[in-house]
């Protein structure tokens, strides 16, 4: 019934987003990396909560329609939430592109992609219009697996400066961080579909559980019925096929909105960022 009602609410959620933040291009040092990366930031000075947002195994501009079906969907609601949105892009950055269906990668979400999302936030932090002390990260699919293990308990930040406030992660694969016995040291909540044939939820909800009583505060949201992207905005269930890691050994799994579920995590996770 909750759920229900949070799709009814969705286009309520989505008008209070209406103003679209321009992108802006930005350049972030990350040792000898020119991490290129994608800006969105409310009017006025500041200083406001940021977020760094991490890119699925796509990358962020390499699947046609990604931007404004996904990705910038998310950063005008939460722009218009008050947020500063950066999209570190992980893969162009190092002149990649799609990764979905690379079996041998380059670019691994608990190395690369850590340091990245670590680059970013102190970038975010010299700039005098975000609040140092309140940047989140979110993440998609293999950005959630970067985000899971950034702020792993194991997994130490920068020690000069505030660490991350708090963490969301949409449908991660969960079996190597299960594996690696992962907790968290910060609030994190991670939302996946039950009928998520890509990134299966039973892993993820074992490691929640396996976590309990050593970890920060960590919530996971299992949507009934959902497929990988439910949070995309009017995409049918299609199925897609030579992808790495799935449960079918023969790379197809299945992606597309979920109403319900779309609309829960609109209400759900300006909130978790907000605390």
């Not at 940021?50 to 046609?64: E, I, M, N, S």
């Not at 970890?215 to 995309?232: K, L, M, N």
Request: proline share 7%; glycine share 6%; aromatic share 8%.
């Amino acid at each position: 019934m909750a759920l229900r009602a949070s799709a009814f609410a969705l286009a309520a959620v989505l008008i209070s987003s209406a103003a679209i933040a321009a992108p802006e291009p930005v350049e972030i040092p990350n040792g000898d990396l020119t991490l290129h990366a994608t800006l969105y930031r409310p009017d006025g000075p500041g200083p406001f909560p940021a977020v760094v947002a991490l890119h699925d195994c796509g990358g962020l501009k390499q699947r046609p329609n990604t931007e404004a079906q996904l990705y910038s969907v998310w950063a005008n609601k939460l722009v218009a939430d008050g947020f500063v949105v950066l999209f570190p892009d992980s893969f162009g950055s190092r002149g990649l592109g799609s990764q979905c269906r690379e079996r041998h990668r380059t670019v691994h979400a608990w190395r690369e992609r850590v340091a990245d999302a670590n680059a970013a936030r102190l970038w975010l932090q010299a700039q005098n219009y975000v609040r140092a002390d309140h940047i989140s990260l979110l993440g998609w699919s293999n950005g959630a697996v970067a985000a899971l293990w950034t702020v792993r308990l194991t997994t130490l930040p920068h020690a000069e400066t505030a660490d991350f406030r708090s963490a969301v992660a949409f449908y991660p694969s969960c079996q190597r961080l299960q594996q690696a016995a992962w907790s968290a040291r910060v609030p994190t909540l991670i939302l996946i579909g039950g009928a998520d044939d890509w990134t299966p939820a039973a892993p993820c909800q074992q490691m929640v559980t396996d976590a309990h009583g050593r970890s920060a505060r960590v919530q996971i949201i299992v949507y009934p019925d959902a497929h990988h992207e439910f949070d995309r905005d009017n995409s049918p269930i299609r199925v897609r096929t030579g992808l790495v890691n799935t449960i079918d050994p023969s790379g197809i799994a299945h992606g597309g909105t979920n109403p319900a579920a779309r609309g829960d995590a609109f209400a759900r996770v300006p909130q978790w960022l907000a605390r």
